[in-house]
Structures are given as C-alpha cells and as structure tokens.
C-alpha cells in the first residue's frame, strides 16, 4: 500500500501539470452593415450580410470553448476594436489561441511613409474610421511569442490585408461588393487627412524609426535579402489569414451571409472538416468562383499551426 502513495501523488501532480498547460483561446468577431456617414465623407456602405458573418464566427468560436467578443456596426468603432487586440496580446501566451475575423468592407488610404509599392495603404473600414494595414500588423506584433493567430477576412484588399485595388469596378445590380469606392476614399481622406497621416507616422515611428516595411512584402523577398528575413523573424506570433479574395479581387455581400464566409460555413459543416488550414483554404477556394480565390497568407514560425484542424485551441 505504501508504494502506491507516491503514484497517486504523482498522477496528481501530472494532472495538475497538464491542466495548467492548457491552452486558452480568445477571439473577436467584427460585422459592419454600415458605417458613420460623418466619418466617411456622408457614405454610409450599406451592406446586408456582415453581422451574421460575426454572429457565425463567433458560434464557431464557442463551439471551441473560445471566450469571445462580438463588435457589430456601431460597436465596431476603432477604439473598441484596439481596445480588444490589446487586451487578448496582454492576456495570451506561447501556444494559444486569438481569433479574429473581420467581415465589412476594405477601403484605402494615401500612403505617407513610402513602404507600399502602389502608394496605397489598405484598410478595414471601421464604424467611426479606418484601421489601415500598418496597424493590423502593428497590434499583431503585440503577441508574445508562439501565441498562435487566425484572422479570417471577408472584405476587399484582403488577400494580404495589402496591395492593389481590384480592378473590377462593374458589378451586377443584384450584387454588393465589400469595397469602399474610390471616390469616396479619396473624400474621406481629404476630409480626415491630418488624422490618417498621423497614424502612419505613429506607426513608423513606433517600429524603431526606420523605413516601414510590410511584412508580406518582406516574405515575398525573404530567399533574396537576409536583412528583410531578419524583420519577419522579429514577429513573434504565428500569424495565418485567409481572406476573402486575392488582393486584385472583390468579396461579395450576401443576404445571409458573404459569399466567402458562406462557402467556409459550408466547408467547416458544424465542424466535421477534419483537414488542416491548407486543406480548409483549399476547399473553400474551389467553391467559389475565379472572379474570388480566397488565399492564405502566413507570416511567423507556422509550419505546425498550418498542420493543425482548423479553430484547434
């Protein structure tokens, strides 16, 4: 009997271990059917399928035992949606989970700091404003080390959350795309210019004084340039983003849902997708039309995270 003391001591020990080795998971769902009219030179983007994108990822997210935050339309105001990244940066630690996807419409922005190629910085449109590239990458930069993140991104300009406008400008009637006209980012800008120029500068100014360099375009350059494999190596976090469409594309507005958030609900069918995120990507990809070829970007160490069922926490 008394040798029987320490194994029970010891599977205690080992449980106790394993509990507090599991990992956590936190994630946020943005859906904007609109945004403020005041804030985007009196257009307002109405769009019709965006808060049952957020509510559908969110239900994913539970379903996982993820603890969740839902920002819908008025709620989705850049304060808000900072606020959040920087409370699950704070909170998250080597080997969980953050989840955010985004579903609204993708916008753009004169670049001021000279790092984007198509002098453009590419941006989500938030309820009271834009949250451009640059930042995106700057408050995932916040991740501790090995903290796994998913961004799922169904808007316009959102292959790499970067790069050029698409070049369809003709839609059908009965057809939504998630893009912000150019006219009205151009309005936009003129009217909020000295805002939009100070959050690029800050940002720069923050990633050490040096020239800003995207970190897609530093991946796309990593076999060629050892100073700009140097740069991605600095990003901490293991970043995979599938978005909605190549970045020369548009996403499409549904009724019920958009039509790339549509074909992963599909896919992930209530969770029976047994496949890793290539395969997810892939699947979803070849349900929807050329004219929409969702991609998958990654950025950081995530050969194992790729390898894993996809929303695994």
């Known amino acids: 009997m008394a040798s029987k003391q320490p194994r029970a001591a010891a599977t205690k020990t080992a449980a106790k271990k394993n509990a507090s080795a599991k990992h956590k ?36 997210a539970a379903m996982k035992g993820m603890k969740s ?38 916008g753009q922005v004169p670049d001021v700091t000279g790092e984007e190629v198509d002098k453009k910085d590419e941006t989500w449109c938030l309820y009271d404003g834009q949250l451009i590239d640059d930042e995106l990458y700057a408050e995932l930069a916040r991740f501790a080390s090995g903290v796994r993140v998913l961004v799922l991104s169904d808007s316009c300009h959102s292959g790499t959350v970067t790069r050029e406008v698409p070049q369809m400008t003709d839609f059908p009637a009965n057809q939504r795309p998630k893009l912000m006209p150019e006219a009205i980012a151009m309005r936009t800008y003129r009217e909020h210019q000295s805002f939009y120029d100070k959050l690029q500068r800050d940002v720069a ?38 978005s909605g469409c190549q970045d020369n594309q548009t996403s499409m507005d549904g009724d019920h849902n958009g039509a790339f958030t ?11 997708f047994n496949g890793n995120y ?4 892939a699947r979803i990809r070849s349900r929807l039309p050329p004219t929409q070829s969702p991609n998958l970007f990654t950025l950081g160490a995530t050969g194992r995270f790729l390898t894993q069922k996809p929303f695994t926490v």
């Open 278 to 281: 290539a395969s997810f990507h």
């Open 205 to 242: 100014k923050a990633a050490g004084g040096e020239r800003l360099v995207d970190p897609d375009t530093a991946l796309a350059q990593v076999a060629v340039s050892g100073r700009l494999s140097a740069i991605v190596k600095r990003f901490r976090a293991q970043v995979i983003l599938i």
């Open 69 to 106: 935050t839902v920002l819908l339309t008025r709620k989705a105001t850049r304060a808000n949606v900072l606020a959040a990244m920087r409370a699950a940066a704070g909170a998250l630690k080597s080997g969980d989970l953050f989840f955010l996807s985004y579903s609204g419409h993708g």
């Open 262 to 272: 549509e074909q992963l609900l599909k896919v992930w069918n209530n969770g029976t």
């Open 25 to 60: 998971a936190i994630s946020l769902h943005l859906g904007l059917n609109a945004v403020s009219g005041a804030a985007y030179g009196g257009w307002t983007g109405p769009l019709a399928a965006c808060e049952f994108d957020a509510h559908d990822m969110a239900a994913i």
